[in-house]
Nanobody, 120 residues
Framework: QVQLTESGGGTVQAGGSLTLSCAAS????????MGWFRQAPGKEREFVAS????????TYGDFVQGRFTISRDSGRIAVNLQMTGLLPEDTATYYC?????????????WGQGTPVIVSP
């Protein structure tokens, strides 16, 4: 059974940095991509960033504007999300997700979420 385990969330002041990590366990050989979404209270879940294992391509949501970097944790089926220049509006629960080969655009597995709180 696939499991995504997130870590690294917490509280930081505006302008600060945090790095989130997500490690996958279980049958991961068909993983095509991993990424991050976030959901703030009262808002819909939105796409943050993704990384494809085959092409090593990174994609980001429009709001990121160069502040975040997603990367693969070398040697593991895991990704990190380095966040800099954090703003209070970045406060949300951040969810790790994974998608399988052959299902373009779909996300099949989700983590439990890790909270990020950015104080003014």
């Amino acid at each position: 059974q696939v499991q995504l385990t997130e870590s690294g969330g917490g509280t930081v002041q505006a302008g600060g940095s945090l790095t989130l990590s997500c490690a996958a366990s279980g049958p991961t050989r068909n993983f095509y991509k991993m990424g991050w979404f976030r959901q703030a209270p009262g808002k819909e879940r939105e796409f943050v960033a993704s990384f494809t294992f085959s092409g090593r391509e990174s994609t980001y949501g429009d709001f990121v504007q160069g502040r975040f970097t997603i990367s693969r944790d070398s040697g593991r089926i895991a990704v990190n999300l380095q966040m800099t220049g954090l703003l209070p509006e970045d406060t949300a629960t951040y969810y790790c997700a994974a998608g399988l080969r052959g299902s373009a655009g779909a996300w099949h597995y989700w983590g439990q979420g890790t909270p990020v709180i950015v104080s003014p």
